[in-house]
């Protein structure tokens, strides 16, 4: 089992209300990472890090935010949610500094805009 | 348009049957991997084949990689029930970031 972990698991919101997914690694992994899927799709990168302080946008335009202020906390942040939000959030990271490649995911949150 | 695809979506078998899943994709890449997804949670990591690489083994599971048809083949013999699940490819590549692009997906049911 991988060490990374995801808060709330479940989330039901109004449309407007500001909203902060939680992500946290025990592993000391350099990078993070968040995706959104929709039920039964692909994963579509929204954010990734590098490291502290680094933060870059993904492949999928997002309204959210990110922040890494600390190596093991990268929390996602959207301040108005929508009901086009209500999708599956996933949050993964890696350990470059040891040219590994893989990526270990945490359980997902999902999320739905009333 | 998708960096990989994947066929079929879905595959239904009976149990120790063998199940075979193909992964296409576009560009070069640095290396290609594996990830199951079991019904609404996170993905695991299953394999990792590296461009240089043509076939890798991890217990039931055999992947192959053949780079100038840029296409890669999952195969899990002597299939469980707890095999069910969605299975990804992914492929990197290779610049700054370690930046992973997933294909669609199979959906794997294997019955009892």
């Known amino acids: 089992e991988a060490d990374i972990y995801q808060t709330p698991r479940y989330l039901v919101i109004g449309t407007g209300k500001k909203i902060t997914l939680e992500c946290s690694q025990t592993m000391g992994h350099d990078k993070m990472y968040w995706y959104q899927q929709d039920p039964g799709m692909e994963l579509h990168l929204i954010h990734y890090?590098?490291?502290?302080?680094?933060?870059e946008k993904g492949d999928l335009s997002s309204e959210s935010t990110v922040s890494r202020i600390r190596t093991e906390h990268f929390p996602l942040t959207l301040e108005s949610a929508r009901p086009s939000h209500t999708s599956q959030y996933l949050c993964a990271s890696s350990d470059w500094r040891r040219s590994s490649y893989e990526q270990y995911f945490g359980p997902g949150t999902r999320l739905t805009v009333t | 348009s998708q960096q990989g695809e994947e066929d079929p979506q879905a595959l239904s078998i009976q149990e120790g049957e063998n199940a075979t899943m193909n992964c296409s994709y576009k560009?070069?890449?640095?290396?290609l991997q594996w990830y199951r997804q079991n019904s609404g949670r996170g993905l695991v990591h299953l394999i990792l084949?590296?461009?240089?690489?043509r076939e890798k083994h991890s217990g039931r599971l055999r992947v192959t990689l053949d780079t100038s048809k840029k296409s890669s083949s999952l195969l899990i013999t002597a299939s469980r029930a707890a095999d069910t699940a969605s299975y990804f490819c992914?492929?990197?590549?290779?610049?700054?970031?370690?930046?992973?692009?997933f294909g669609e997906g199979t959906q794997l049911t294997v019955n009892p």
């Open positions: 890090s590098y490291g502290v302080n680094s933060t």
């Open positions: 992914a492929t990197d590549l290779g610049a700054s970031g370690s930046r992973l692009t």
């Open positions: 560009t070069s890449i640095n290396n």
């Open positions: 084949i590296r461009s240089n690489e």
